[in-house]
């Protein structure tokens, strides 16, 4: 009895391996498809973590910290990536908790969905203003607080009908 359920845990905890590694790659990528926008662009890796906390529970710390830390690698941002992993990874945590309670498709689950998802990009949007606070001075921190607030609200308007849509689908 105990060696089956070593192996039923084993097997769970690949497959949710196995699973932040494909989100974390789609985080990556979500981090690198841009919206361009008048002073810069808004990214839809926010989405991606919102998506992935809704599937995977706190567990998508991972995928949105390593996701998104990967994608300021890549963009050429290294000062970043630390400030990056830690807000990410808290996003993607705090949203998970959240939504653990919003499994469903009624009105209270997708209220809960969205109440994460303003979480969370409060939590990318504070995040970055103290990072930047220290880093550049306040001035320039305000500069960046209404485009990550920006790109949060997208992120929202992505991953609460997507969430819904996928839960639906895979209902039936």
């Known amino acids: ?3 089956n359920t070593r192996k039923n845990r084993s097997g769970s905890n690949l497959r949710i391996i196995a699973e932040c590694g494909i989100l974390a790659a789609l ?12 002073l810069g662009f808004i990214n839809l890796g926010d989405g991606v973590i919102l998506i ?3 599937f995977i529970g706190p567990a998508a710390f991972f995928p949105a910290a390593i996701g998104s ?12 990536i630390a400030p990056t992993f830690i807000i990410k990874g808290l996003m993607g945590l705090t949203a998970a908790l959240i939504m653990k309670h919003a499994k469903g498709k009624s009105i209270r689950d997708i209220l809960l969905r969205i109440l994460a998802g303003i979480a969370a990009e409060l939590i990318m949007a504070g995040g970055y203003f103290a ?3 220290m880093m550049y001075g306040m001035e320039a921190a305000l500069g960046s607080v209404v485009f990550n607030l920006i790109q949060g609200g997208v992120a929202i308007l992505l991953a609460i009908p997507l ?6 689908k895979k209902n039936r």
């Open 1 to 3: 009895m105990a060696d």
């Open 27 to 38: 985080v990556f990528i979500g981090t690198e498809l841009r919206i361009p926008t008048a």
């Open 52 to 54: 992935a906390s809704y």
């Open 69 to 80: 830390a990967l994608g300021d690698l890549i963009a050429g941002y290294p000062v970043y």
């Open 131 to 133: 990072f930047e606070t």
């Open 163 to 168: 969430t819904c849509m996928i839960r639906l």
